[in-house]
């Protein structure tokens, strides 16, 4: 229980202390830094380089080779994540929380992120319901401060 409070804390300091963004982009690099080609390509999270490097909705994309980076500069939308990154569940909730790189998961060739694991596990349970209804409240959470 203090372990959920203590998340539930972190979080509620995370959304008031950044600023609005459309995109899940800690210091300006997008996914933490992971390269979002390879969770299509490589089916895990792997780092980007500073070299291949692309700046896309506010945020700075990197990727791990050129390939990654000349699939994703040709067509982005197939790549970003689902709600710029942020919380599948949170979203679905209608509010914005950050992701770890390990709660990845594609669903209908579309990439989804969770705030842990055991926040994936829940919306693993009701993931089709869930989608539906963070994709009806993005429009409205993607226009919130984080």
Known sequence: ???VMLSLMAVFLFIHVNAQSEVFA?????????????????????KGSATYTYQYKDAKWLFNSK???DMFTSTPDKFVPQYGGF???GTSEGYKAPTQPD?????????YFNYNRQVKE???????????????????VKLTKE
């Open 1 to 3: 229980m203090k372990q």
């Open 26 to 46: 800690p210091g300006g690099t997008a996914i933490n830094g992971y390269d979002v080609v390879a969770f299509f390509k490589e089916s895990k999270p792997v």
């Open 67 to 69: 390939e990654n980076l």
């Open 87 to 89: 919380c599948a569940w």
């Open 103 to 111: 709660t990845w998961t594609i669903v209908n060739g579309k990439l």
């Open 122 to 140: 829940m919306w693993m349970k009701d993931q089709e319901h869930r989608i539906k209804v963070a994709d009806e409240k993005w429009p409205q």
